[in-house]
């Protein structure tokens, strides 16, 4: 029999363990949230994130090791993103239908997400490259990297920042549009897009096929609309 | 499915070529999806050639998230250096953002008579 500890060696090595581990983490999530009714705070994301952390910790690893083997599934990311291409096929006459509210939302929420996120961290003392940071964090996270990048963030707390945003999003799009009474999958799906970008899309989809047609197309244009009025915006309150 | 796949990555391959010699403000992925909608519209048997696969790709959009949010553990010194004013600033904007958002395309949906009834909500809890 080989000792344990010069198999651990092997694995710690290999991408197989940390890919195993990202797939086996979010089945447990995605179980929990199944279990938990679908309820928004049992996000799987988040319960992935939260096991893989302890593991991580447990076992002394870094992340970048993790992510030898984590970034296979993170490749996917870019793939599932041209899918989103199909359901926004799929609500075409729907989309053009609705043009005027995109646009409103759009500017509106997008306005609203970077001009709100700079003057509360601002009332906290925040300035300079962490302020430039915050600023593009509604975006998908390539375009927010850029953005960030260019009005003197720093790449990766913008990364965390979008993570976190996408997450809190995802969790409370539903109780805050339920209490306001939004029943217009449209505007939600858009709304959600715009704020929190891919992972409010993802939490859209598990709700109502044409909320996540609304959020993909949402995401896309915030992206866009983002990379114009962040240094914009950066520049009044920066 | 590997045909899906490879017209899937091709898109996508071809968006990443134009966002970089373009100098676009949106990311290859993206690009190519607004490629793959065009394609979609010239030739509508493609969508449901890929139909399948995108949405198997699509039920499981959050898993692909994952890996990166574990890099949020990464940055966890950073994070907690700024706690309050960063999450605060998070926390606030997205409601904020959320809430206005929709309430502003609902508003205009009913002022430009864009409502659409077969897009409304149950009573549920959903």
Known sequence: ?238 | MITALSLILAFQLVGEILSRALDLPLPGPVVGLCLLVAACILRPTLAARLRPTAQGLLSHLSLFFVPAGVGVVAHWPVLRDHGIGLALAIMGSTLLAIAAGALTFQAVARWTGAVDPSALKGRSND
């Open chain 1, 1 to 238: 029999m080989t000792d344990p500890a010069l198999i651990w060696s092997y694995l710690a090595q290999g991408p197989l363990l940390w890919l195993t581990a990202t797939l086996v983490a979010y089945v447990i999530g995605d179980a929990l949230f199944r279990a938990a009714g679908r309820q928004s705070w049992a996000n799987p994301v988040l319960i992935a994130v939260i096991l893989l952390a302890l593991l991580l910790g447990a076992t002394g690893t870094d992340y970048a090791t993790y992510f030898e083997g984590a970034q296979f599934v993170h490749f996917m990311l870019g793939p599932a993103t041209v899918c989103l291409a199909l359901p926004l096929y799929d609500n075409l006459p729907r989309v053009r239908r609705a043009a005027w509210p995109m646009l409103a939302g759009l500017v509106v929420g997008s306005g609203v997400a970077i001009t709100s996120a700079l003057l509360i961290a601002r009332a906290f003392g925040i300035s300079g490259p962490v302020l430039a940071s915050l600023a593009p964090k509604s975006t998908t996270a390539p375009v927010a990297i850029g953005i960030a990048e260019r009005i003197g963030g720093q790449p990766t707390l913008t990364a965390a920042l979008v993570l976190l945003t996408g997450i809190f999003g995802a969790i409370v799009v539903t109780p805050l549009l339920n209490a306001l009474r939004v029943r217009d999958w449209r505007a939600r799906g858009f709304a959600v897009g715009v704020a929190a970008h891919g992972i409010g899309t993802a939490r859209a989809f598990q709700v109502n096929e044409t909320a996540g047609a609304f959020s993909g197309i949402g995401m896309g244009l915030n992206a866009v609309l983002t990379a114009i009025i962040a240094p914009i915006v950066v520049g009044w309150l920066g």
